[in-house]
């Protein structure tokens, strides 16, 4: 798990990761303070993004299925303060109004996930009005000249295929993952020319099947994340090829998958076993999956580290699944783009974990202890701190790594935890200046990256942490059933980042930034004033028929009192 330390030294240390450097990229060098203006390349696309389950709602209209979320928050304790998606932002219902947001930030596409139990609520029936919602949604963002990016797997599993599987456990749900992908190309493939396979299956894997803190909430420790992991690679992989065959050559689109990137940076550079545990913390988290799509087989030290617990265990083979060569060969090269989810980064040191019977995990089995400088800003949730300079870092390996791929952002963001709402979100501003600049800096660096989402659009539900924390451009009113959304100052700020397609020179972006402050005060009061509308809608839409049922009890009660004494 994540550890907290005091790192008084690691913000003046020069780190360098030795065992994957590239030729024109200089790991030696500390330009972490450096703000680099200048503009991204001609067509580069700016996006936003959401999820099915954390912005849909309307969890069991219109023939919607079942899906693991919705069993799962429905638990009492799985969700802070029992939370749930039921309603969320009611995005379901308000297609235009989100439509005329992205149209307001001038974005290029919009990342957003198809709720799996919406199309196909059980194994075999399709519904219609889920394809229509859908249909709905892509020709208006087209019509709106904004290019959709559309997930497959944003974690929501029908519910009736856990139950009858145990879902990512079971083989078997490969080929339900391309049923339900090859209908998607078939109703929509004609207008999504980008599609995403899975969404960070890391939290998939070890979330939900390894620590339960996600549904289905399973706790297989040391196996259960693995086995998972080896179904949705060849489940893609399967998907990548139905698409090739099938559909490429008339659709002409692009289907890639989106992974979970932390950096990890060595404590001590003059340390090799904390160089070789940054390398081997990267490995375990992008590469676990990045490796086999692009090289056809997990990354060597992945295979080393499990095989060697295991066998110390006193286990006959690996817990860690191995491919056989056809399967290298099918899987190897399955990705057209690679989308790219990054946050934040750690300290990475060594630290030997002796394997045991009851105490085998995926976190053991790494050999690695995380850490964070205390000076890193930690505005919202509690993994998140704002370290730029990672992300570079990361882009730079992934373009060293994997020949240079194809790249999307498709997560990007911070969050905030707070009680009172807060519009003026400048912490946010300034994540998204330091986060894109340094992205910026990587393609000068050479890396290959095309678009970036920022994550989100809105404020929506987060998982396990339900409403607590919110990483939305546009905060959403939950207590208010219409769901408003209102702008933060960091609209302003990305919409002038995509105008400009990038950061002209300082005293402009500086313009930015107080000229969206500026604005955000006047939304505020906008804000400040709807406690009392909500009042005002609670009076009307609860407190005024109860005293009306009130009132016609009270009359017939002494109506029957005054008949009785007339008898």
Same mark, same amino acid.
């Given at each position: 798990m994540q550890l907290r330390c005091a790192l008084s030294v690691c913000h003046v240390l020069m780190l360098v990761l030795c065992l994957s450097t590239a030729e024109d990229f200089d790991w030696t060098k500390n330009n972490y303070g450096s703000f680099y203006y200048g503009t991204f390349p001609t067509g580069f696309s700016w996006g936003a993004g959401g999820s099915a389950y954390q912005t849909e709602g309307a969890w069991d209209k219109d023939g919607k299925g079942l899906s693991i979320w919705d069993v799962f928050s429905h638990k009492k304790g799985k969700i802070q303060l029992n939370d749930t998606g039921d309603s969320s932002c009611e995005s379901y219902y308000k297609i235009k109004d989100d439509v005329s947001l992205m149209k307001e930030l001038r974005l290029n596409h919009y990342r957003f996930s198809i709720s799996w139990p919406r199309i196909i609520p059980t194994a075999d029936h399709v519904n219609e009005k889920g394809i229509q919602y859908y249909d709905e949604l892509i020709d208006h963002l087209l019509e709106n000249n904004i290019t959709p990016i559309v997930t497959l797997y944003h974690w929501d599993l029908p519910q009736v295929l856990q139950e009858?599987?145990?879902?990512?456990?079971?083989?078997?749900?490969?080929?339900?993952?391309?049923?339900?992908?090859?209908?998607?190309?078939?109703?929509?493939?004609?207008?999504?020319?980008?599609?995403?396979?899975?969404?960070?299956?890391?939290?998939?894997?070890?979330?939900?099947?390894?620590?339960?803190?996600?549904?289905?909430?399973?706790?297989?420790?040391?196996?259960?994340?693995?086995?998972?992991?080896?179904?949705?690679?060849?489940?893609?992989?399967?998907?990548?090829?139905?698409y090739d065959t099938q559909w490429r050559a008339k659709q002409k689109g692009l289907v890639g998958v989106s992974l979970a990137g932390d950096w990890g940076e060595p404590v001590d550079i003059s340390n090799q076993k904390d160089i070789e545990a940054a390398e081997r913390y990267v490995q375990f988290y992008l590469g676990w999956f990045a490796t086999p799509m692009f090289h056809g087989d997990y990354p060597q030290v992945m295979k080393d580290f499990v095989g060697r617990k295991s066998a110390q265990q006193g286990l006959g083979t690996s817990r860690l699944p191995s491919f056989s060569p056809q399967e290298k060969s099918y899987i190897k090269g399955?990705?057209?783009?690679?989308?790219?989810?990054?946050?934040?980064?750690?300290?990475?040191?060594?630290?030997?974990?002796?394997? $045991?019977?009851?105490?085998?995990?995926?976190?053991?089995?790494?050999?690695?202890?995380?850490?964070?400088?205390?000076?890193?800003?930690?505005? $919202?949730?509690?993994?998140?701190?704002?370290?730029?300079?990672?992300?570079?870092?990361?882009?730079?390996?992934?373009?060293t790594q994997y020949g240079n791929p194809m790249i999307y952002v498709t997560e990007n963001g911070v969050s905030e935890k707070m009680m009172c709402t807060e519009l003026c979100d400048e912490w946010r501003i300034q994540y998204y200046k330091e986060y894109i600049n340094e992205m910026l800096k990587a393609i000068r660096d050479g890396v290959n990256v095309k678009g970036y989402t920022a994550w989100s659009l809105l404020d929506k539900f987060e998982w396990d942490e339900g409403f607590s924390e919110r990483f939305g451009l546009y905060y959403v009113d939950f207590r208010n059933k219409n769901k408003p959304r209102y702008p933060k100052a960091s609209v302003q700020f990305y919409k002038r980042i995509i105008s400009s397609n990038g950061f002209p020179n300082q005293r402009e972006v500086e313009n930015w930034r107080r000229k969206a402050v500026e604005m955000c005060s006047s939304s505020n009061q906008l804000l400040a004033a709807d406690p009392l509308t909500s009042h005002m809608e609670m009076v009307t839409e609860i407190v005024v028929p109860t005293v009306c049922t009130l009132s016609i009890l009270i009359s017939a009660v002494l109506l029957m009192f005054l008949l009785r004494r007339r008898n």
């Open positions: 009858k599987y145990s879902g990512w456990q079971n083989i078997s749900m490969i080929n339900h993952f391309n049923d339900y992908a090859n209908l998607c190309f078939e109703k929509f493939g004609d207008r999504v020319k980008h599609w995403i396979t899975f969404n960070n299956p890391w939290s998939v894997a070890v979330e939900g099947y390894e620590t339960g803190e996600h549904a289905p909430g399973l706790k297989l420790r040391g196996t259960g994340a693995y086995r998972a992991a080896h179904h949705i690679i060849k489940a893609h992989a399967k998907v990548w090829h139905t399955t990705c057209d783009f690679l989308g790219i989810g990054h946050f934040t980064t750690r300290y990475i040191t060594n630290r030997n974990d002796p394997p $045991g019977r009851s105490s085998s995990s995926y976190f053991t089995d790494r050999d690695l202890a995380e850490l964070v400088d205390p000076r890193w800003p930690d505005p $919202g949730s509690e993994w998140l701190y704002s370290v730029p300079w990672g992300f570079r870092r990361l882009l730079n390996f992934v373009k």
